[in-house]
């Protein structure tokens, strides 16, 4: 975590307008609203468009097979040091297959022995991305498995992720009550 305290407060039940405490039930029918949205509940109009595209990146339309999906997250929220990002999507890519050896090795990186040709490619673009806004020649042409659409959807996420992750780490954030920090983004 950048912060240890927000810049921008998640808005509590009592700061909600009736608009935004429609919004917000009607998006997660009785379950917990994170502080990521309550801090982006106040920009309405913002969040509105960010679930719409936040959205598709989390759903089927895109193409990237949902396991793979949040190894490219991780690696995005871990090289942006994202504490936040990363403790959410630790339990969504567990829900998804990941195993706690292969977390271990989206911090470890493309070289990590748990990862195939493929993920291997797929974590490089995600450092290439995060570093140069940019896939390599060689990367791209390892990520010849994937279809047009997957690389862009590849892109997309990472792109998608970047923007997640400096507005965690800019507004500071902090870790919902159910979510641990991991020790080697504590700072």
């Given at each position: ?30 379950r ?53 990002e ?99 983004l504590?700072?």
């Open positions: 975590m950048r912060l240890n305290k927000s810049r921008i407060a998640p808005l509590a039940d009592s700061e909600l307008d009736p608009d935004m405490k429609d919004t917000l039930a009607k998006n997660f029918n009785g917990p609203v994170y502080n990521i949205f309550r801090t982006l509940a106040r920009a309405p109009k913002a969040y509105k468009s960010f679930m719409r595209w936040g959205g598709y990146i989390l759903s089927d339309h895109n193409s990237i097979a949902p396991r793979e999906r949040e190894i490219i997250i991780l690696r995005t929220g871990f090289n942006w040091k994202s504490g936040y990363w403790a959410q999507h630790v339990r969504i890519g567990k829900e998804c297959g990941l195993t706690d050896l292969e977390i271990q090795h989206i911090k470890d990186g493309p070289l990590a022995p748990s990862w195939t040709p493929l993920e291997s490619a797929m974590i490089r673009a995600v450092d290439e991305l995060t570093t140069d806004a940019f896939i390599s020649e060689q990367t791209w042409g390892e990520l010849a498995e994937l279809t047009e659409k997957q690389r862009m959807d590849l892109v997309m996420t990472v792109g998608q992720y970047t923007q997640v992750s400096m507005m965690l780490n800019s507004f500071g954030v902090q870790l919902d009550d159910d979510l641990e920090l991991d020790m080697d504590a700072k």
